[in-house]
């Protein structure tokens, strides 16, 4: 490597592999970097292209009108220049000719008017017109005629006036609408505001699948003034987006529609940002750099711009509902669904009962499927809801037990029946099924639990001529998976949808009458102090997806444990009881909203390794920190792609000052 460095004096990679003939180079790379024999000089290249179309533009010497009158004359009188003339005809009406002046032409939409080409190649051939590629913008336009905003409903009316009222003292305010109440519309009301004012506007979103039925909805009001940013989008998408958005356009993107990586665009005139299902985890990068919460950070970009913020949601965050109850937040509450319809009733399908007494239908209660049916029979359509993907999540032999594993992490394969492949969730690592158990060679192998993919086969075989389809991670992998799934559902292609968290979050069905929530108990029993909090969220936004249009839904919840008490309070949609009962549990035992926790990963290939020194640095941030140091403790999963993880938590008082606990941690 050194002697070809000397050779060429600086070199790229990819091109240092060819000559050498390694084919994984970077590690020998990264060593002699490590010991400062070379040096890396790295450049930032712009790889935008711009993205062009044929025009058709008319030449300047027939812009004038004399002229241009002598050729239309000269034209028409040749039977054999019919067909210029047509297509002169139509390019000086699409146009848009008045006053010696012209628009370029699209070749395609000429095309597409039934001009032909070989007319278009004789009038350029005569100097009457030229052909030029011009740069286009890759997203569609919008339509241009919008529709009225719909009248507010009283209740809608009476909360927007209290938002705007909460506005003029505090920056940050929480509407806490339940599902189905109308939100959305009074989002729009606000945001024409801000555009009145010429400000831009931000509308963060937790799922990019949200952003399918909402940009159709905002475009509904406000056309191509509407800008989508997430990271289904290629490089060149992204960047025609940045470019608006900081050259401040009048005319283009003014309201940017994004999942959490939009709090990053150069906004230069922001007035308004609005966090749709504040609650929702996924507003949080945990890996990789930068971590940060989308919803606090939209909350310090507001106080930048100076501009104002609204955290809108069913089930609030505890923390955000703790903010606005103690007036750091204002707080604004819609009590009631839109034209007065009543929430779902919510039903427990007791688990525990229905195997006893051996009624289960593979997975399935008897209730469940009974309310299926009768939904079925009447057209409507069904939701359901799994939160784990693939076919099962676990095999395992009947004689020892032995389940295989990952060889990258200690976590046990997924099964997907698609793909017939074993797979890793965490690092992607994949095999075939095993035929024996590797451990004692019994062939005697069983599947255990239940996944999307195989809820979905089963229903097939139930439900033989209705449409079953799944809205997952594996179902939505290219750019516009989730567009045409939502889509088929909403055109009512779709019977049943069943689904992980994807489908719980804001999603507005017209037909959706039973929602089944097929595991209540594996999101209750999450090693988490958050678990019950994401189970009430998550529970109820599911339950929102039902009966959203003239009728009641009915929701049915199939549980081991029907007389849990985050279930009861979910069935009598009681998101105050639950806020009261666990904010006590949070205060007596020093988690969040009362203090803070720090999570510190320690991570190596060697166990011993970081065995030894998560010990070391946990006894010195004892030796600062005191009791408020926990750990250090193997995670749950306790190997991820060859390393193995150590975690310290640190549980700070809020009051403590933050610059010196940072600067103590960094010491």
């Not at 909360?159 to 909460?166: D, K, P, Q, S, Y």
């Not at 309201?255 to 308004?272: K, M, N």
């Not at 990258?408 to 797979?423: A, G």
């Not at 009881?577 to 991570?603: A, C, D, H, S, V």
Request: charged residues 25%; contains cysteine; hydrophobic residues 35%.
């Amino acid at each position: 490597i050194v002697e070809t460095l000397e050779i060429n004096e600086s070199i790229d990679l990819k091109e240092l592999s060819e000559i050498l003939g390694i084919k994984t180079i970077q590690p020998i790379i990264k060593k002699m970097m490590d010991r400062q024999i070379i040096l890396p000089l790295e450049e930032l290249n712009d790889k935008f292209t711009p993205k062009t179309a044929a025009y058709i533009l008319l030449n300047d010497d027939y812009l004038n009108e004399n002229t241009l009158n002598t050729l239309l004359a000269t034209l028409d009188k040749s039977k054999a220049k019919e067909k210029q003339l047509k297509a002169l005809l139509i390019v000086l009406k699409e146009g848009n000719y008045i006053n010696e002046g012209i628009e370029p032409v699209a070749k395609k939409l000429l095309i597409e008017l039934g001009v032909s080409v070989s007319a278009l190649n004789t009038l350029e051939k005569n100097g009457i017109i030229t052909q030029e590629r011009l740069e286009i913008s890759r997203f569609e336009e919008q339509l241009d005629d919008f529709n009225k905003f719909k009248p507010l409903a009283p209740s809608q009316t009476v909360a927007l006036n209290e938002i705007n009222t909460a506005f003029e003292t505090k920056t940050v305010t929480l509407l806490h609408g339940v599902t189905g109440s109308g939100k959305t519309e009074i989002y729009v009301q606000l945001i024409q505001e801000q555009l009145d004012l010429g400000k831009q506007v931000l509308f963060l979103l937790p799922e990019i699948a949200l952003t399918t039925q909402l940009i159709q909805r905002l475009s509904f009001y406000f056309g191509d003034l509407v800008g989508v940013y997430h990271s289904k989008f290629n490089q060149n998408e992204r960047v025609e987006i940045w470019n608006h958005v900081l050259h401040n356009d009048p005319n283009k993107y003014r309201i940017i529609l994004g999942a959490r990586s939009a709090v990053f665009l150069p906004f230069q005139d922001l007035g308004f940002i609005i966090v749709d299902e504040e609650h929702e985890s996924s507003f949080k990068q945990y890996d990789p750099s930068p971590r940060y919460h989308a919803r606090d950070a939209a909350i310090v970009l507001g106080s930048l711009h100076d501009a104002k913020v609204l955290l809108g949601t069913a089930t609030p965050a505890l923390e955000t509902y703790y903010n606005a109850k103690q007036g750091k937040f204002g707080l604004v509450e819609l009590n009631e669904r839109y034209k007065g319809l009543k929430l779902p009733e919510i039903w427990c399908a007791d688990l525990k009962r229905e195997r006893k007494l051996k009624n289960m239908q593979s997975h399935f209660t008897p209730m469940i499927l009974e309310e299926m049916q009768s939904a079925l029979n009447k057209g409507e359509q069904v939701m359901l809801f799994q939160n784990r993907r693939g076919y099962t999540p676990l095999w395992s032999c009947e004689v020892c037990n032995w389940t295989p594993k990952c060889t990258n992490c200690d976590v046990s394969l997924t099964y997907h029946k698609h793909s017939n492949l074993l797979k890793c969730h965490y690092c992607s690592f994949t095999t075939a099924p095993v035929g024996s158990c590797t451990a004692c060679g019994s062939n005697r192998l069983q599947m255990l639990g239940f996944g999307t993919e195989k809820i979905e086969d089963e229903l097939s075989i139930m439900f033989p001529n209705k449409v079953v389809k799944r809205l997952d991670l594996d179902t939505t992998r290219s750019k516009h998976a989730y567009e045409e799934i939502i889509e088929e559902f909403e055109q009512r292609r779709i019977d049943i949808l069943i689904g992980t968290q994807m489908i719980t979050k804001g999603l507005d069905f017209d037909h959706v009458s039973m929602v089944g929530i097929l595991d209540a108990d594996m999101l209750l029993n999450r090693p988490d102090f958050r678990a019950y909090e994401r189970s009430y969220q998550l529970m109820s936004q599911v339950a929102g997806r039902a009966g959203r249009k003239d009728k009641r839904g009915k929701v049915i919840i199939q549980t081991g444990n029907p007389d849990h008490w985050v279930i009861q309070l979910v069935q009598e949609h009681d998101y105050k009881g639950f806020y009261q009962q666990e904010i006590i549990e949070r205060q007596n035992f020093f988690y969040p909203p009362f203090y803070k926790m720090i999570q510190l990963t320690l991570k190596h290939t060697n166990e011993q390794m970081v065995h030894a020194a998560s010990i070391e640095l946990a006894d010195q941030l004892k030796a600062v920190f005191k009791e408020r140091v926990l750990g250090p403790e193997f995670p749950i999963i306790k190997r991820i792609q060859n390393y193995y993880l150590k975690e310290i938590k640190l549980k700070i008082e809020r009051s403590a000052p933050e610059r010196k606990v940072k600067e103590k941690i960094r010491n």
